[in-house]
């Protein structure tokens, strides 16, 4: 599980009671202390960058001086990030792989920028805790000793908490009392419980039906970003890394991953449905919110239509239960309906009706994907059509080429560690 939300917000303290809980717990900002530290990974690196002055009389970097830097200046922010996480996903990565990994587990992943450095989709679920901004901002103050203008400059260098929320699976609202952010934790820390004795097992699909799925799926994607290399950016990076595949835009986007997107785009976002269910099935099996939650981050990098990301979500959600049944049939149109409001949920919309046209060009050729993507009223939506009977069914004419095929097994070979 991932936690997070904005400076301030009393994540912390949230983290702690999960502990007292019993959770296996990580802060990846202590973390990030830790390597910053005189005789840290990051310390030399980091004083090279920014220069002596950021040191305190003893050695130690002073965060205040380095914070002074990096929170006016994107630049700055962006070559600290560079030096120091991926030192601290290196310790994360031990400290997962040493945990007890037992029926029920829930280990608990702790940083502020989770969704804005784009490496969200790596948890199961997500949590975001937030407060009112008046109340966020007055407690940096108090907290930190800060004027107005340092503490809106540190506000301003994360993504607005109501547009985090957006991410979230589930939320703790800590405007309350301590006692009313405890109650909220404990009921937290039961649902997690259960959800994590009832987690499916990883579900790969089939290299020959995945492959199928992508090359008689849509063959474009939104801004230059084609279901292939989609697929073998996340196979090489072991699942969607957001920045990452922001780079593969055309253009690509100027600031970062979640101010990248464009209104009106064609192709839609639910063209790349394909690689990110075959990601999600692999990493976490048939998990219905996994796959919404990933879906809807993607179409949220490429497109700011509501309806269009909800298709993406809607498209990847039945791509996943076609995987699973393993046929097209009358019982994924009853999937539609049950799911669309978990798509627009994380769309933000309900969805537009496009992928309802592509099932129904898919439940009239169940066992053709070629017959389905012809059947379909455009070529965008032949392409969902194709790609739901092509995962389900596979197709003989699909002849993969070997980078494709290294993909597919380097994704559920990765994605399953």
């Given at each position: 599980?991932g936690?997070?939300?904005?400076?301030?917000?009393?994540?912390?303290y949230v983290?702690?009671r999960l502990?007292a809980?019993?959770?296996?717990?990580?802060?990846?900002?202590?973390v990030?202390?830790?390597?910053?530290?005189?005789?840290?990974?990051?310390?030399d690196?980091?004083?090279?960058?920014f220069?002596?002055?950021?040191l305190?009389?003893?050695?130690?970097i002073?965060?205040?001086?380095l914070?002074?830097?990096?929170?006016?200046?994107p630049g700055?922010?962006a070559?600290?990030?560079?030096?120091?996480?991926p030192r601290v996903?290196?310790?994360?990565?031990?400290?997962?792989?040493?945990?007890?990994?037992?029926?029920?587990t829930?280990?608990?992943?702790?940083a502020?920028?989770?969704?804005?450095?784009?490496?969200?989709?790596?948890?199961h679920?997500?949590?975001?805790v937030?407060?009112?901004p008046e109340?966020?901002?007055?407690?940096l103050r108090?907290?930190?000793?800060?004027d107005?203008a340092?503490?809106?400059?540190?506000?301003?260098?994360?993504?607005?908490i109501?547009?985090?929320?957006?991410?979230?699976h589930?939320e703790?609202?800590?405007?309350?009392?301590?006692?009313?952010?405890?109650?909220?934790t404990?009921?937290?820390?039961?649902?997690?419980?259960?959800?994590?004795?009832?987690?499916?097992?990883?579900?790969p699909v089939?290299?020959d039906?995945?492959?199928?799925c992508?090359?008689l799926?849509?063959?474009?994607?939104?801004?230059?970003?084609?279901?292939?290399?989609?697929?073998?950016?996340?196979a090489?990076?072991?699942?969607?890394?957001?920045?990452r595949?922001?780079?593969?835009?055309?253009?690509?986007?100027?600031?970062?991953?979640?101010?990248?997107?464009l209104g009106?785009?064609?192709?839609?976002?639910?063209?790349l449905?394909?690689p990110?269910?075959?990601w999600?099935?692999?990493?976490?099996g048939?998990?219905?919110?996994?796959?919404?939650?990933?879906?809807?981050?993607?179409?949220?990098?490429?497109?700011?239509?509501?309806?269009?990301?909800?298709?993406?979500c809607?498209?990847a959600?039945?791509?996943?239960s076609?995987?699973?049944?393993?046929?097209?049939?009358?019982?994924?149109?009853?999937?539609?309906g049950?799911l669309?409001?978990?798509?627009?949920?994380?769309?933000g919309?309900?969805?537009t009706g496009?992928?309802?046209?592509?099932?129904?060009?898919?439940l009239?050729?169940?066992?053709?994907?070629?017959?389905?993507?012809?059947?379909?009223p455009?070529?965008?939506?032949?392409?969902?059509?194709g790609?739901?009977?092509?995962?389900?069914?596979?197709s003989?004419?699909?002849?993969?080429p070997?980078?494709?095929?290294?993909?597919?097994?380097?994704l559920n070979?990765?994605a399953e560690?």
């Amino acid at each position: 599980m991932g936690l997070t939300g904005g400076i301030a917000c009393g994540k912390s303290y949230v983290l702690r009671r999960l502990a007292a809980a019993g959770f296996e717990t990580l802060n990846l900002d202590a973390v990030a202390r830790d390597v910053m530290a005189p005789g840290g990974a990051a310390h030399d690196d980091v004083v090279g960058a920014f220069g002596p002055a950021i040191l305190a009389p003893d050695g130690a970097i002073d965060r205040k001086r380095l914070g002074d830097l990096v929170f006016v200046d994107p630049g700055a922010r962006a070559r600290l990030d560079s030096l120091v996480h991926p030192r601290v996903r290196e310790e994360e990565a031990r400290w997962a792989a040493a945990a007890d990994r037992g029926p029920g587990t829930v280990l608990v992943t702790d940083a502020a920028l989770l969704v804005e450095a784009g490496v969200h989709l790596r948890f199961h679920r997500m949590v975001v805790v937030h407060c009112p901004p008046e109340l966020q901002k007055r407690r940096l103050r108090e907290r930190d000793g800060l004027d107005a203008a340092a503490a809106e400059a540190r506000l301003a260098a994360q993504m607005p908490i109501g547009e985090k929320r957006r991410f979230a699976h589930f939320e703790v609202v800590t405007a309350g009392s301590f006692a009313d952010t405890d109650r909220q934790t404990d009921a937290l820390a039961e649902t997690l419980r259960s959800i994590a004795g009832r987690l499916p097992a990883p579900a790969p699909v089939a290299v020959d039906r995945a492959a199928s799925c992508v090359l008689l799926g849509p063959g474009a994607g939104p801004r230059g970003l084609a279901p292939r290399a989609l697929l073998a950016d996340i196979a090489a990076a072991g699942g969607p890394e957001m920045e990452r595949i922001a780079r593969l835009l055309v253009p690509p986007p100027a600031g970062p991953w979640y101010r990248a997107a464009l209104g009106g785009t064609a192709p839609g976002p639910a063209t790349l449905a394909g690689p990110v269910a075959l990601w999600s099935l692999a990493r976490a099996g048939p998990d219905d919110e996994h796959v919404a939650a990933a879906a809807g981050t993607l179409a949220y990098l490429t497109h700011d239509d509501q309806a269009a990301r909800a298709d993406a979500c809607l498209q990847a959600l039945l791509l996943q239960s076609a995987a699973a049944a393993g046929v097209v049939d009358d019982r994924l149109r009853g999937r539609h309906g049950a799911l669309t409001p978990l798509a627009a949920r994380w769309g933000g919309a309900p969805p537009t009706g496009r992928v309802r046209e592509a099932l129904r060009s898919a439940l009239r050729h169940p066992q053709d994907a070629v017959r389905a993507r012809e059947d379909a009223p455009d070529s965008e939506t032949g392409g969902l059509a194709g790609a739901l009977v092509a995962i389900a069914a596979g197709s003989p004419s699909a002849a993969a080429p070997p980078d494709l095929l290294a993909s597919l097994r380097d994704l559920n070979t990765r994605a399953e560690t």
